[in-house]
């Protein structure tokens, strides 16, 4: 299983009375803890999968590119990308490995089907952590 966007309803009322807009989104599974990171141009979060729990991102401000991979020790195992911007939002399954380059100032909402701190361990690095893009 891959990441997946979802995609929220939308409450037209709001919308057409001239208030601004409601958009909602369901998750499957019950989200127990949300943390709001920032993230800077042309860094990156690091290669990465979570053993325990499903993450939801819903990005709040910029854009970026949210990549996820099967195999890391696979030459030939293709990188799936996704363009992230303002207002979407996106599932990974536990286990799927992923990392999230900021394009602009990025800022999104993480939200956890577990807790963090309750996760032993809560995230495996597959790859080192660079610190712009152009390293590692």
């Known amino acids: 299983m891959k990441v997946e966007i979802l995609r929220p309803s939308c409450n037209l009322s709001t919308v057409r009375d001239g208030r601004g807009g409601i958009f909602t989104w369901i998750p499957p599974e019950p989200i127990v803890e949300w943390n709001l990171i920032y993230l800077h141009p042309n860094k990156v979060r690091g290669m990465h999968y979570h053993p325990h729990f499903i993450e939801y991102l819903l990005i709040v401000q910029g854009e970026g590119v949210l990549v996820s991979k099967d195999d890391p020790d696979d030459p030939d195992c293709a990188e799936e990308t996704l363009h992230v911007s303002k207002g979407m939002c996106t599932r990974t399954p536990i286990g799927v490995m992923h990392t999230v380059y900021a394009i602009t100032e990025l ?7 577990r807790q963090w ?9 597959v790859e080192p952590l660079p610190h ?5």
């Open 107 to 113: 800022s999104f909402v993480a939200m956890l089907t």
């Open 117 to 125: 701190d309750h996760s032993d361990p809560p995230i495996v690095q």
């Open 132 to 136: 712009t893009l152009t390293e590692g």
